[in-house]
């Protein structure tokens, strides 16, 4: 069974950190582009971070650039979303999904459904 198992979130305050995880399980890792993506109430769900499956490229949204930080570890079949600075804004569910990535942009190539995500919560 292909899935995508986000975890990692919580509560933060302003200006903290945390690190996301997306285990995947039921494909091989090192034949897909990962990304990221949010939904904070009321919005859209939006892509916001994807690295490539020969880590040539990685991508990231203009809001969330130079804060946070997507990795890759393959042999743990896991993708990691290092967030450092969080703003309150940043409150939303993650998620993660198979992508097609380049430098400049991202596009959901769906292997599975959506997960659950996992809640990110950065109080002021």
């Known amino acids: 069974q292909v899935q995508l198992v986000e975890s990692g979130g919580g509560l933060v305050q302003s200006g903290g950190s945390l690190r996301l995880s997306c285990a995947v399980s039921?494909?091989?890792?090192?034949?897909?582009?990962i990304g990221w993506f949010r939904q904070a109430p009321g919005n859209e769900r939006e892509g916001i971070s994807c690295?490539?499956?020969?880590?040539?490229?990685?991508y990231y949204v203009d809001s969330v650039k130079g804060r946070f930080t997507i990795s890759r570890d393959d042999a743990e079949n896991t993708v990691y979303l290092q967030m450092n600075s969080l703003k309150p804004e940043d409150t939303a569910v993650y998620y993660c999904?198979?992508?097609?990535?380049?430098?400049?942009?991202?596009?959901?190539?769906?292997?599975?459904?959506w997960g659950q995500g996992t809640q990110v919560t950065v109080s002021s």
């Open positions: 690295i490539d499956r020969r880590v040539d490229f990685t």
């Open positions: 999904s198979t992508v097609f990535c380049s430098g400049a942009y991202m596009l959901r190539t769906p292997r599975a459904p």
């Open positions: 039921g494909f091989t890792l090192d034949d897909y582009d």
